[in-house]
């Protein structure tokens, strides 16, 4: 769902998000992860934190999915590193100095306004993008979904390289990837909601579930 989103990205950087953010406006304390906040604490009966388990199974994704996951990718590089000023240990876990993606390449300006991704964090936002895209629909009607996301990211994903001794790299990168998901994951369901999108997932159950809203709605809408 999200590799097709952003196969037709138009920026002046890697899939720079220019939506005015409206479409989280409603529900931003409930899905955000506070990146200084420790997932568990907030699971203080074992009862309350029941989630799914995630069977970690390859997925084969087209050389388009490949390059697309890149260019997210570099977009979320980007993004970190203002958060660490440049950090330079931060930069060579998290930046390529080769122009290898062929996505990225036919959308640079300029040399410098689009980001390659180390090929080390490419693979780990590909794994979470793939824990994210299984997992969501058995997790989005629970409450702190930001969190679980947070502690099923730091479960099933391997981030042991991403350290940093001056900044909580592992962290901050979790923390951009659950905001980048939730975000265009909102976004494709409020597009749905609407009538907007009729070419979507029909194997992903949320998907439907708005879809059918849709459709049980318009004719209200008609009315007005």
Partial sequence: MLINNFSSVKSIGNCEITDTGHVLDNLKQFLMVNENTNPNT????PNEFKLPLFQN???SITQVGDMTIGY????????IMKVVKHCRICRQKLICTNRTNVLIACKAYTVKNLTDPSEEFINAVKD?????NELI???CFQKLIGQKLNFLFETYSDLSNFECPIHELKEIIK????????????KKTNKIIKGLDRNFDK??????????????HKSNKNKK
């Avoid at 997210?72 to 993004?79: D, E, V």
Wanted: aromatic letters at 20%.
């Fill in 72 to 79: 997210i990718t570099g977009y979320l590089a980007r993004s």
């Fill in 57 to 59: 199974i390859s997925k």
């Fill in 175 to 186: 923390s951009k990837v659950i905001q980048f998901v939730l975000f265009n994951y909102c």
């Fill in 203 to 216: 194997s992903m159950s949320t998907n439907c579930v708005a879809y059918n809203y849709y459709l049980k």
């Fill in 42 to 45: 907030y699971f203080n009966d």
């Fill in 137 to 139: 629909p058995k997790i």
């Fill in 128 to 132: 979470m993008i793939n824990i994210f």
